[in-house]
């Protein structure tokens, strides 16, 4: 198993996903969105990451998604894990370290 982990700015949290979806194949839709909105502004990225907003990406492979706010900075902690190879983990650590 695999884990990446980073930070995103809070307005780019949509097209992060929505790309991390892409690339294992789970066409990501406005319910997704629903439940993005709904879980992620009670987070607290402080609080240890069992506590954050979990969210699964069901592609192939799997992924987990754990997302809190750090609510000075408008920024995002992200981290996702999955049985995933090297070639996806470095495409999802770019995604994160360009947004």
């Known amino acids: 198993?695999?884990?990446v982990a980073g930070w995103i700015?809070?307005?780019n949290l949509t097209k992060v996903v929505e790309y991390a979806a892409a690339l294992v194949g789970y066409g990501w839709d406005?319910?997704?969105d629903g439940a993005l909105e709904a879980g992620v502004p009670e987070?607290?990225?402080d609080l240890p990451p069992s506590t954050w907003f979990a969210y699964p990406i069901a592609g192939?492979?799997?992924l987990a998604l754990r997302i809190a706010r750090d609510r000075d900075?408008?920024?995002l902690s992200v981290?996702?894990?999955g049985e995933m190879d090297d070639v996806l983990a470095a495409r999802?650590?770019?995604l994160l370290d360009l947004h």
């Open 1 to 3: 198993m695999h884990r």
């Open 9 to 11: 700015f809070e307005g």
């Open 30 to 32: 406005e319910l997704d």
């Open 43 to 45: 987070t607290d990225a």
């Open 60 to 62: 192939t492979p799997e």
């Open 73 to 75: 900075a408008g920024i």
């Open 79 to 81: 981290i996702i894990d």
């Open 92 to 94: 999802l650590e770019t």
